[in-house]
């Protein structure tokens, strides 16, 4: 006997053509994979990044590659007005979102700010990169959200962590080790942004639950983006899988979580680290 609401498990649960998906930070080297893998399971895609020229692009290669509708968004997440201008602009040009993945993050020009001592960092970049990984995150997600409780068909929010917004750094693994030329850390904003995008998640989830709204995080590990040896060889020794995870390695988390084979799954966290936190 079937159970009531039971789907067929075969590989439709993963489909997302008949889905709108929106993505902050698109343009981004991760958003720019999981733009793409979204694509390639059929979602229609509105990409928007500060960068408007970059989604642009973007979206016409993916519209080349995948033959998918897609909407290239400029939008600042940091300011409540462009927020709600492009989730109206996606609606009315795309139709009722279904999906949204809230994964814009800030990072300053000046990469040697980013990475300053804790106890010399400067208040001002502590909050222009709050501006956008928390107040940003929060913005798209209630936008997104009250549409999504506007229209009455539920849908899917998945936000971005990060392994440091579980667990304390570990400055064993910084000797020696550069990012793009510069000696790095991971800065306290940095953990401190992604636990609140824990906390905001579950909030979220449970408070949103009776709209049929999902709420769920991922968490990934530390990715390949232009960090030196040294540090992507001490990385390696301090996680079971022995390497950093590659670029492409989040796709399926991101596609699981925006289609109906996470139907059940809710003010979770998707820890995608190659065993780091396992430790």
């Known amino acids: 006997m079937t159970e009531p609401g039971a789907k067929n498990l075969d590989s439709s649960l993963f489909d997302l ?16 994979r999981l733009t793409r893998g979204l694509a390639a ?9 500060i960068d408007g020229e970059a989604v642009t692009k973007l979206c016409l290669e993916i519209e080349e590659e995948y033959d998918v509708r897609t909407l290239p968004v400029k939008c600042d997440v940091s300011s409540q007005d462009d927020v ?7 609606v009315d040009t795309l139709g009722a979102i279904d999906v949204l993945h809230n994964n814009a993050q800030g990072r300053p020009d000046d990469i040697a700010s980013f990475f300053a001592p804790v ?4 208040f001002d ?8 990984n928390l107040d940003g995150v929060f913005l798209v997600a209630q936008a997104v959200g009250k549409h999504m409780i506007e229209r009455g068909n539920g849908g899917s929010i998945i936000q971005v962590a990060s392994t440091y917004g ?6 064993g693994l910084y000797e020696g080790s550069h990012y793009m030329g510069q000696r790095m850390n991971t800065p306290a904003v940095y953990s401190a942004s992604k636990a609140a995008i824990v906390g905001l998640t579950r909030y979220l989830a449970t408070n949103w639950a009776p709209h049929n709204i999902r709420v769920n995080t991922l968490v990934p590990g530390g990715i390949e983006s232009g960090q030196n040896e040294t540090f992507k060889a001490n990385y390696a020794t301090r996680t ?12 399926g988390a991101v596609v699981y979580l925006a289609s109906d084979a996470s139907s059940y799954m809710t003010g979770q966290m998707m ?9």
Request: charge should be negative.
């Open 166 to 171: 579980l667990v304390g750094s570990d400055p």
């Open 84 to 90: 709600r201008s492009m989730v109206a602009y996606v």
């Open 41 to 49: 399971f059929g979602a229609s895609i509105a990409a928007a990044d």
């Open 119 to 122: 106890e010399d960092f400067s």
């Open 271 to 279: 820890v995608v680290d190659g065993g780091w936190t396992a430790w």
């Open 17 to 32: 053509s008949r889905k709108v998906v929106l993505v902050t930070g698109a343009a981004g080297i991760q958003g720019v």
């Open 125 to 132: 970049v502590w909050r222009s990169i709050m501006a956008v």
């Open 240 to 251: 079971p899988l022995g390497r950093m995870a590659h670029r492409d390695e989040m796709v």
